[in-house]
């Protein structure tokens, strides 16, 4: 393949077969570092709606900076990786404090806010001040990886100098944003994870295609055991309220209100108990189905119990009394908020 034809080549398939109309694709830097960071892992699908109303109710850098944590993460909750939400908004105090609210236009300084890696930086800079950087996230390693037939495990070091070098070999002098939309597109809709190679600009020159490996390229990640863990988690409730906490621990869900949670109940002596601790004067409970949640690197058995208490106890910061029908101003995870709906749903 000649490389000063790929961007060429790439650039005039995104013009016509490319996504063209993502309510990101604007040159506003904040537009662009909200979307970039809620695209981490997560698919566009998903993004559209949360992020439609996170700029909603966080219009400028200035709103995020000023909002509490507390309506960050309520909005945030259901979209998962909580620790984005948690960057984003401390970079924002950041580029309020330390740049007056102007977004630096470098990737290095991107580089050293919260949350913000190489890949992510690049991207907002080239759509958002046309900066001649290369991004390199999922898509675009797997893309690479068959188009110049890689074969080492992305992950690892060698193959990671090689991804990047390539990546920027192939940046074109003009139309920065087309190109880095290109390689983003062509890699999420056609290079996918089962690619579609006779709709690829680069079916004929794809070397792992050539040698019949464009289905096993790249290799794939070599996973470990994934470990188990098991918690009980009590919904307290109360007509049509229930009981949260804050989680101050560290962890995926740290800053999030939840149903309390600990380790294997296994008697209503043991959830009285507990009850007493808040105030609560527990009338009877009853188990739910169990909930199976995976995170990146565990898997987590959850054994909810419902538990109707005789009265309300007091709330302060930490500890919450939430109606069912305004849960959604509390950023719960989406595990425990599907609890939560399939109790009071039933």
């Known amino acids: 393949m000649l490389l000063k034809d790929f961007a060429c080549t790439l650039i005039k398939w995104q013009k016509q077969h490319g996504r063209n109309d993502l309510p990101w694709q604007v040159p506003d830097p904040y537009a662009r570092w909200i979307s970039e960071v809620m695209l981490q892992q997560t698919q566009v699908a998903t993004v559209k709606s949360y992020y439609r109303s996170f700029l909603s109710r966080f219009p400028t850098v200035k709103a995020l900076a000023e909002a509490s944590e507390d309506e960050v993460m309520a909005l945030w909750a259901g979209l998962g990786y909580y620790s984005r939400a948690r960057n984003l908004h401390r970079a924002a ?17 991107w580089e050293s806010l919260p949350g913000i890696g190489r890949s992510t930086a690049a991207a907002i800079v080239a759509f958002s001040f046309g900066a001649k950087e290369t991004i390199l996230d999922g898509n675009v390693k797997r893309l690479l990886a068959r188009l110049f037939a890689i074969e080492q495990p992305l992950e690892s070091a060698a193959a990671q100098k090689k991804l990047w070098a390539l990546a920027e070999s192939l940046l074109p002098d003009e139309q920065l944003d087309r190109y880095i939309q290109g390689l983003m597109d062509l890699g999420a809709t056609v290079c996918a994870r089962s690619p579609s ?97 995976d995170f990146s690197h565990y898997r987590l058995l959850i054994y909810p119990l419902a538990v109707k208490v005789k009265a309300k106890c007091a709330e302060d910061s930490d500890r919450l009394w939430v109606s069912y029908p305004n849960m959604q101003t509390v950023g719960l995870p989406a595990p425990i908020a599907g609890i939560v709906r399939a109790f009071f749903q039933s």
């Open 93 to 109: 105090k950041e580029i309020v404090q330390k740049y007056q609210g102007v977004f630096p236009q470098s990737r290095h300084e």
């Open 197 to 293: 190679c006779l709709l690829c600009p680069f079916c004929d020159a794809c070397k792992a295609r050539q040698l019949g490996l464009e289905s096993k390229l790249p290799l794939p990640k070599v996973r470990k055991e994934r470990p188990q863990k098991e918690a009980t988690v009590l919904l307290f409730w109360y007509e049509d309220e229930f009981f949260v906490v804050r989680r101050r621990q560290k962890g995926v869900w740290q800053g999030l209100f939840s149903l309390p949670e600990f380790g294997l109940l296994s008697d209503e002596e043991q959830v009285t108990e507990i009850g007493k601790r808040w105030g609560l004067a527990v009338q009877n409970c009853r188990p739910m189905e169990t909930v199976v949640h």
